[in-house]
């Protein structure tokens, strides 16, 4: 099986930032596409931003120029540094993954468990 554990999250104040890890671990031969997504109460889940295997990044409007994904690919780990964080930026940060399982080669798209952002005027 493949695990996706994310941390980081936690209570800051408006304007300041925090850093999230996505570490995936367990069946993988290789990752492919690597993103954040958020969801804030009674919203759906929104994607925030995406980075390929070779570091080709895409943002939503609403973090562009404040959010950068990144990865390490040694670590199977994708990271999310937010700066300049606003109160709407509250929301519960899911990564996920889409892996390449090593025993089956089947491409599947996994999910981490969420970790708590809120962001306080």
């Known amino acids: 099986q493949v695990q996706l554990v994310e941390s980081g999250g936690g209570l800051v104040q408006a304007g300041g930032s925090l850093r999230l890890a996505c570490a995936a671990s367990?069946?993988?031969?290789?990752?492919?596409?690597m993103a954040w997504h958020r969801q804030a109460p009674g919203k759906q889940r929104e994607l925030v931003a995406v980075?390929?295997?070779?570091?080709?990044?895409d943002y939503a409007a609403s973090v562009k120029g404040r959010f950068t994904i990144s990865r390490d690919n040694a670590k199977n780990t994708v990271y999310l540094q937010m700066n300049s964080l606003k109160p709407e930026d509250t929301a519960v940060y899911y990564c996920?993954?889409?892996?390449?399982?090593?025993?089956?080669?089947?491409?599947?798209?996994?999910w981490g468990q969420g970790t708590q952002v809120t962001v306080s005027l």
């Open positions: 996920n993954a889409d892996v390449l399982r090593g025993r089956d080669y089947q491409s599947v798209v996994y």
């Open positions: 367990g069946n993988i031969f290789s990752i492919n596409n």
């Open positions: 980075i390929t295997t070779s570091s080709i990044t």
